[in-house]
């Protein structure tokens, strides 16, 4: 198993020692293969999107990206926030009671949910513009869940 191109977790796993011992050489290589993981599963993808939208000169029908791009954005921030807890998100035990939802919602978030919403709190970049559980919560629920889970958005 590789992660990234041409950088099998064998690999990784023999830089892990030196990167606790910290290593400077081991700690650039490894900020090589997260940017290099980042382009390749991220970046990369959102720029070729970017690219057929602008290379169209048809006149009519313009591929519109934003739809795709979002979920892109979606999967990076949660990239981005296990990074920062040093893990997956934690798993959840279980729902108290059924859930309700789209009717309600449900009395337990996935740990998904909370890190998403967790990175837009105490991200620099949007803590100011997620400066509420709500407008986080209804950000989370209403375009990250519906876009990944449903490919969909939900509520305007």
């Known amino acids: 198993m ?3 191109k041409d950088y099998k977790v064998s690999r990784w796993r023999a830089l892990k020692p030196r990167l606790e011992n910290g290593s400077q050489v081991a700690w650039e290589e490894a900020i090589g293969v997260f940017e290099r993981r980042l382009n390749e599963r991220f970046f990369r993808c959102m720029h070729l999107l ?3 939208d602008e290379s169209r000169s048809d006149g009519g029908g313009h591929v519109v990206p934003g739809f795709a791009l979002m979920a892109l954005c979606c999967l990076i921030v949660e990239t981005l926030q296990s990074f920062y807890r040093g893990g997956r998100a934690e798993q959840q035990d279980s729902f108290p009671r059924a859930c309700t ?4 919602n449900c009395i337990a978030q996935p740990s998904t949910a909370r890190a998403f919403k967790d990175f837009l709190k105490d991200s620099p970049r949007f803590k100011d513009d997620f400066k509420n559980s709500e407008i986080r919560g209804d950000f989370s629920q209403n375009v990250r869940n519906a876009i990944l889970h449903e490919a ?3 509520g305007g």
Not at 101 to 104: A, L, M, T
């Open 2 to 4: 590789e992660i990234c």
């Open 50 to 52: 970017l690219n057929a």
């Open 101 to 104: 939802y789209p009717v309600g």
């Open 152 to 154: 969909e958005t939900r």
